[in-house]
């Protein structure tokens, strides 16, 4: 998929700077979804990156896996930054959709915000980890 690639690029070098370029990549009434935000249009998506640069410290996506297919991609990702000089990583992935133009018309993240984030939080993260290890089906092996 011709699109993909570049896509994919400006991610991997994702800065400030660039976010002006994300008209070049997202259809005009694209959405974008994540298990915080569900939004739609360019403007839209480049603010939700304006408040990722806003409230982590070195931001950046590694870009994994690819499978792509007609007018639609998965890829994976992890997501790297630092809260409070504390590094963190998130691990999820994005399905894709694509217009005929080659822009994103959908962009859907999926990760689990409980296990990759809110547990690894100071005071939020201890009584997810409770439920967690509470809730786990332990193996009788």
């Known amino acids: 998929m011709n ?4 896509l ?13 370029y ?8 694209a959405r974008f979804k994540d298990p915080f ?3 739609t ?3 839209a998506i480049e603010g ?3 408040h990722m640069f806003a409230t982590t410290e070195n931001p950046r996506f590694v870009i994994g896996e690819q499978i792509a297919q007609h ?5 994976t990702w992890t997501f790297e930054f630092n809260l409070n000089g504390k590094p963190y990583q998130i691990v999820g992935g994005s399905h894709l959709v694509f217009n005929d133009e080659g822009l994103v018309t959908l962009h859907r993240d999926y990760w689990d915000a409980a296990e990759e984030l809110l547990q690894k939080l100071p005071i939020v993260g201890a009584p997810i980890r409770w439920l967690r290890q509470r809730f786990a089906v332990v193996s009788s092996d």
Not at 8 to 20: A, E, R
Not at 71 to 75: E, G, I, L, N, R
């Open 8 to 20: 994919l690029n400006w991610y991997s070098t994702l800065t400030p700077q660039t976010l002006q």
């Open 37 to 39: 935000n569900d939004v």
């Open 48 to 50: 939700i990156f304006k």
């Open 71 to 75: 007018q639609q991609a998965f890829v």
């Open 3 to 6: 699109s993909l690639t570049p």
């Open 22 to 29: 994300a008209a070049q990549f997202y259809a005009p009434t």
């Open 41 to 43: 249009g360019v403007l």
